[in-house]
């Protein structure tokens, strides 16, 4: 079992920017993908970025192309969301989510290839 701990939710203005960290632990190194989705009040999950650490692939939603960007420090087993440029649109629990399989890129987006979820961290912006 691997567990994962969000961590870097709050509320910011619009145009501002908030990092998310997603920790691993139990048994981090049989993990192949982190990614992180969303989910809005009254919305489905969305993915928002995802990262295939055997890969070497990594994706993104539309929306976030050019404002958000995914990283890891394998050392931490932690993998973190930089957010920027933040709308309010992009309010929403943030949850991280993990698989051990190695994922293709088109399957990275697919919230049911993915083995574990965090509890979330909630993003609020708004002015």
């Known amino acids: 079992q691997v567990q994962l701990v969000e961590s870097g939710g709050g509320l910011v203005q619009p145009g501002g920017s908030l990092r998310l960290s997603c920790a691993a632990s139990?048994?981090?190194?049989?993990?192949?993908?982190m990614g992180w989705f969303r989910q809005a009040p009254g919305k489905e999950r969305d993915f928002v970025a995802a990262?295939?650490?055997?890969?070497?692939?990594?994706v993104y939603a539309d929306p976030m192309k050019g404002r958000f960007t995914i990283s890891r420090d394998n050392a931490k087993n932690t993998v973190y969301l930089q957010m920027n440029n933040l709308k309010p649109e992009d309010t929403a629990l943030y949850y991280c989510?993990?698989?051990?399989?190695?994922?293709?890129?088109?399957?990275?987006?697919?919230?049911?290839?993915?083995?574990?979820w965090g509890q979330g961290t909630q993003v609020t912006v708004s002015s």
């Open positions: 139990g048994r981090p190194f049989s993990v192949n993908v």
């Open positions: 990262d295939n650490w055997s890969g070497g692939t990594t």
């Open positions: 989510a993990a698989s051990d399989a190695g994922l293709g890129r088109l399957r990275l987006a697919q919230a049911q290839r993915y083995d574990y």
